[in-house]
């Protein structure tokens, strides 16, 4: 089991009503895409999106912040947490990328219904801290996993909403090439993975 899968299931079973969470980030590839990296698997955190629209509502209610908390004293040894839920309009997104989540089926859970955002937009939320090398490395592997070609990388550019911070524009523009030379390179190579990794 990925540490992510971990984190979200010990979530769930401290919760008793339905609810909903959008995860980005590592998790948000460990478990909402086939066969994904090694490193993703490791990844201690889980890192999720707050939202108020109908459709993907975030449970803002006090068992959810209670668990929150519980499960972070529950896998404190182990070194996984989840203290990281940004609103919405703090990360790299499309403006239409709420209509567009999609369902993360595993690990199958009782409460807890999850979501990402769609690849395009997780390509964007990996450009926060500039062409970081891991954080490339996992939109190198998303855009040969869904074969996200150049236009649509070029598109997504074009409706990206940047928070109003000279850091966080300085980071997007000096990720903008590295992603595209990316693109590129996939596209070249026919879109070609490596092999699946091990469970």
Do not use: C
């Not at 919760?15 to 490791?42: D, M, Q, V």
């Amino acid at each position: 089991m990925s540490n992510a899968a971990r984190i979200v299931t010990t979530l769930d079973s401290l919760l008793t009503k339905e609810a909903s969470l959008i995860l980005y980030g590592r998790a948000s590839i460990a478990l909402g895409f086939e066969n994904p990296p090694e490193a993703t698997l490791r990844s201690l955190d889980v890192d999720a999106l707050l939202t108020t629209s109908y459709e993907s509502a975030f449970a803002e209610t006090p068992e959810f912040w209670e668990a929150q908390a519980e499960l972070n004293v529950r896998l404190a040894r182990e070194g996984l947490y989840m203290t990281h839920i940004f609103p919405a309009d703090m990360v790299f997104l499309r403006r239409q990328w709420e209509g567009e989540i999609l369902p993360v089926l595993r690990p199958l859970l009782r409460h807890l219904r999850l979501f990402r955002p769609a690849t395009l937009d997780l390509i964007l939320t990996k450009m926060m801290r500039g062409n970081d090398e891991q954080d490339m490395q996992d939109v190198d592997f998303m855009i040969r996993h869904d074969r996200i070609t150049v236009p649509q990388i070029e598109g997504a550019f074009r409706d990206a909403v940047i928070p109003d911070s000279v850091e966080l524009r300085d980071a997007y523009d000096l990720a903008k090439p590295t992603v595209l030379a990316l693109a590129r390179k996939a596209e070249a190579a026919g879109f070609s993975l490596p092999q699946p990794s091990s469970r």
